[in-house]
């Protein structure tokens, strides 16, 4: 089982509507989960991080966090083509210096005109 | 703020041969991190310092791949014999300390090696 899967894709969704993306992770210990856009031939660039339970919004982006199901996901409200990138789910397991980042395959998102 | 600089940001190289890339950090960030992406994956750590120390490199491999930090400010990846399976994007990102959640990647270094 990978550390952290992301279905890749791609998902294509109109233009103004919701893109929902979906991340699950193996590891119980996980303490901190983050998702980063990456344009093509881009290097990545965060936009929401979360750590407890529950829903974290900033924006059109919304992070959900689930423990109990080890599940985490965002949802991009009013996509716009400009939101068309690779979305990457990572997972922080480890405290302080011991920490490091596992990330998923990436969720490839075409909003289409 | 500048960035994370990183060059050079292309490089084409044989197989067997030696490449080495530079990473400048963002001012001030203690911790540094190399990871490789391959196509159609998402970037894997390779190593990451707090400040001159390693502290993670468990997924470097080593009899091939080298890393340095020597004044905890910019670092070098060698990579010395290079393998096909190299060819990947070499990817360069600081923080300010290990655990802080925004992580700042430099462009990366496409690696091909033919």
């Known amino acids: 089982q990978k550390e952290v899967e992301q279905n890749s894709g791609p998902l294509s969704v109109p233009e103004g509507a919701i893109a929902s993306l979906n991340c699950t992770y193996s590891?119980?210990?996980?303490?901190?989960f983050f998702w980063y856009r990456q344009y093509s031939g881009k290097s990545p660039e965060l936009i929401m991080f979360i750590y407890s339970n529950g829903d974290k919004e900033d924006g059109r982006f919304t992070a959900q966090l689930n423990k109990a199901s080890q599940y985490v996901s965002l949802l991009i409200r009013d996509s716009q083509p400009s939101d068309s990138a690779t979305y990457l789910c990572?997972?922080?397991?480890?405290?302080?210096?011991?920490?490091?980042?596992?990330f998923g395959t990436g969720t490839r998102l075409q909003v289409t005109l | 703020e500048a960035g994370v600089a990183q060059s050079p940001r292309y490089k084409i190289i044989e197989k067997r041969q030696s490449v080495a890339f530079w990473c400048n950090p963002i001012s001030g960030h203690a911790t540094l991190y190399w990871y490789q992406q391959i196509l159609g994956q998402g970037p894997k750590l390779l190593i990451q310092f707090q400040n001159n120390g390693v502290v993670d490199d468990s997924q470097l491999p080593k009899d091939r791949f080298s890393a340095e930090r020597l004044k905890g400010v910019d670092s070098t990846l060698k990579i010395q014999p290079a393998k096909l399976e190299d060819s990947a994007v070499y990817l360069c990102?600081?923080?300010?300390?290990?655990?802080?959640?925004?992580?700042?990647f430099g462009p990366g270094t496409r690696l091909t090696v033919t």
């Open positions: 990102a600081s923080s300010f300390r290990t655990g802080e959640p925004e992580q700042y």
């Open positions: 990572a997972v922080n397991v480890g405290p302080g210096t011991a920490s490091k980042l596992t």
């Open positions: 590891d119980r210990g996980s303490q901190s």
